[in-house]
Structure formats: structure tokens, C-alpha cells
Nanobody, 123 residues
């Protein structure tokens, strides 16, 4: 499967962005989907993940109550709605697909990755 992330940009602290990840090549419902981010000089970190049909999800503690992951399998698309953004959310955001029915937060358990989209939050 190929993944294409978009929607990043520059936003002021407290603002919102919605990231989109479009999948092609295989049916999206085959995969658990996740979002990760990587700030400059840091390792890639888990943000959120969602089950194959959207019945369950998991968020990192740092984004709970602010970010929401969702998916539309009919459109082969997942989303990350990011509200109340903080400067520490600044990073490149990646979508990823896992060939499993089990949600995971470890990047090494994901099989396919998009190219990333940059989110910059100014203070």
C-alpha cells in the first residue's frame, strides 16, 4: 500500500489543523492505521492509532483530549484532527499502516509509511 499524507502547515498556538492520509494500492480496511511524529533531533513518536474499522483507537498521553484520529475506509483515507495545538507539537507527521488487527504504538510494528507532512506551531 502507498500512503500520501497532507494538511500540514504553520499555525499559531491554540489553533487547529486536520491532517489527511490517502492510501492506494490496497483496501484500507486491511490495516490498522497510525500517526507518528518526529521533531528535529528526536526519535519518531507515537501519536494515535485506529483499528481497521474504526471501532477503537488509542492516543498518546500528550495529545489526549486534543487530537482525534478517524478513518473513512470508503475513501481509503484517515484523518488526524489536531486542536489546541502547542509549540511542542511541531514535527513532521507520518501516517503508517500495520498489517494486523491489533492496534500498536510502536513504530517498528508498522509496515508501510507515508512521506510525512510538516506541522509548525508558533508561540
Amino acid at each position: 500500500v502507498q500512503l500520501q499524507a497532507s494538511g500540514g502547515g504553520l499555525v499559531q498556538a491554540g489553533g487547529s489543523l486536520r491532517l489527511t492520509c490517502v492510501a492506494s494500492g490496497r483496501t484500507l480496511s486491511t490495516y490498522v492505521m497510525g500517526w507518528f511524529h518526529q521533531a528535529a533531533g528526536k526519535e519518531r513518536e507515537f501519536v494515535a492509532a485506529i483499528s481497521r474499522f474504526g471501532g477503537s483507537s488509542d492516543n498518546a498521553d500528550s495529545v489526549k483530549g486534543r487530537f482525534t484520529i478517524s478513518r473513512d475506509n470508503a475513501k481509503n483515507t484517515i484523518y488526524l484532527q489536531m486542536n489546541s495545538l502547542k509549540p511542542e507539537d511541531t514535527a513532521v507527521y507520518y501516517c503508517a499502516a500495520r498489517s494486523s488487527a491489533v492496534i500498536a504504538s510502536s513504530a517498528r510494528l508498522y509496515d508501510y509509511w507515508g512521506q510525512g507532512t510538516l506541522v509548525t506551531v508558533s508561540s
